[in-house]
Structure formats: structure tokens, C-alpha cells
T-cell receptor, first 114, second 113 residues
């Protein structure tokens, strides 16, 4: 088995501030994802990465940057925090091969913007 | 642009009931279909997935796919209070190598003892 760790668990920032969320996985998975979940609703894809140094934009990428410098880690930066993006940010990973497309999720980072 | 919609938005059922959750998608090139369950305050966790038309059963859970109708569903037999959660459907396509997933907004299920 493996685990996905997200830090911090809670992140409080000021409007306009640049904020970074981090994700680590020890599954040795190829693909990693960042999703945003607003108030108990569905997941919207922000960025994903199929290998180290690869970045693919999702439908919600505007206002965010991402970085995948190592296979095991994937970071997300909110470039200028806005009050309407208070949400839970979920990181996920999955293997890239073998027909198993199940995604494994981390516990999330809850973002509050003051 | 893939659109994934779930119905109903919320559902309350008594313990022991059969529960049916629905998911429709817009892109006929979709090839992979999955259900995830998210208990309150927890991470989503995969429940079941299917590629081909038809049914797949695992314990109390059955997934049914009809690609021609752009529809798949999750049926929970003998629903339990521990099944109370947000259920998310997800769809992926071969043209993204199954890397990009589209999720619905979820169905909130409450099972009353």
C-alpha cells in the first residue's frame, strides 16, 4: 500500500496573496492530479502531470500554477488568492499503465481567504 | 467539452432499501466509467469501475453501463447507514490515455436507520 500526504492541512491567506500547496505520494505512481472541491460538491481538475516535469492544464487552471520536479511530489500555487476560491484542494495519483485507472486521493488542504 | 451530470442531487432512504444513483455523460468517445464515494470530511475513494456495456457486481454494489444512452448507474442493495456519503461519478476517454477524468457534482446519500 501507499499514502498521499498533503501539506498544509489548513491554509489561511489574504486576498491577493500567493499561496503554495504541496503533495507527496509513495505509491511510485506516474500520474498526479490537483482538483478543487467547493463545499461538498464535485471535483474540478486544475492540473495533472503524467511524469516528472510534465504539466497538463485542466478546465480550472486559470489563476493557478503547478510544478512536478520529482516523481513523488506535485505542488500547486494559487497565484493571487481570491475570496471566491475558498475550497478544499485534493491531490490524487494513479499508475500510468496496466489498465488500472483508479485514483488514490490525499486528505485535502482546506483554503480560507480573508 | 465533456459534461457529466448526476441525479438526484440528494437522496434519503431507509436502511435495507435499494438505492439507485445516475450519471449521464456527453462525449460518446468515453470509455472508462467509475464511481467514487466520499464520506464527510474524508478523501474520495474508488468504489467500482467498468469499461464495457452491461453490468458488474461487487458485493452489494452493481454498476450498469449503457453507452448508447450515454448513461451509467450505481445500485446499492440493502443500503446501510455506513453508506451515507457523497457519491461521485467519473468518466475518462481513450484520446487522453485515460489520464484526464471528468467528475459529476455528486449525489449526497443519507441512509436512515
Amino acid at each position: 500500500g501507499g499514502i498521499i500526504t498533503q501539506t498544509p492541512k489548513f491554509l489561511i491567506g489574504q486576498e491577493g496573496q500567493k499561496l503554495t500547496l504541496k503533495c507527496q505520494q509513495n505509491f511510485n505512481h506516474d500520474t498526479m492530479y490537483w482538483y478543487r472541491q467547493d463545499s461538498g460538491k464535485g471535483l474540478r481538475l486544475i492540473y495533472y502531470s503524467i511524469t516528472e516535469n510534465d504539466l497538463q492544464k485542466g478546465d480550472l487552471s486559470e489563476g493557478y500554477d503547478a510544478s512536478r520536479e520529482k516523481k513523488s511530489s506535485f505542488s500547486l500555487t494559487v497565484t493571487s488568492a481570491q475570496k471566491n476560491e475558498m475550497a478544499v484542494f485534493l491531490c490524487a495519483s494513479r499508475t500510468g499503465t496496466g489498465g488500472d485507472y483508479e485514483q488514490y486521493f490525499g486528505p485535502g488542504t482546506r483554503l480560507t481567504v480573508l | 467539452q465533456q459534461k457529466v451530470q448526476q441525479s438526484p442531487e440528494s437522496l434519503i432512504v431507509p436502511e435495507g432499501a435499494m438505492t439507485s444513483l445516475n450519471c449521464t455523460f456527453s462525449d460518446s468517445a468515453s470509455q472508462y466509467f467509475a464511481w467514487y464515494r466520499q464520506h464527510s470530511g474524508k478523501a474520495p475513494k474508488a468504489l467500482m469501475s467498468i469499461f464495457s456495456n452491461g453490468e458488474k457486481e461487487e458485493g452489494r454494489f452493481t454498476i450498469h453501463l449503457n453507452k448508447a444512452s450515454l448513461h451509467f448507474s450505481l445500485h446499492i442493495r440493502d443500503s446501510q447507514p455506513s453508506d451515507s456519503a457523497l457519491y461521485l461519478c467519473a468518466v475518462s476517454m481513450t484520446n487522453t490515455g485515460y489520464q484526464n477524468f471528468y467528475f459529476g457534482k455528486g449525489t449526497s446519500l443519507t441512509v436512515i436507520p
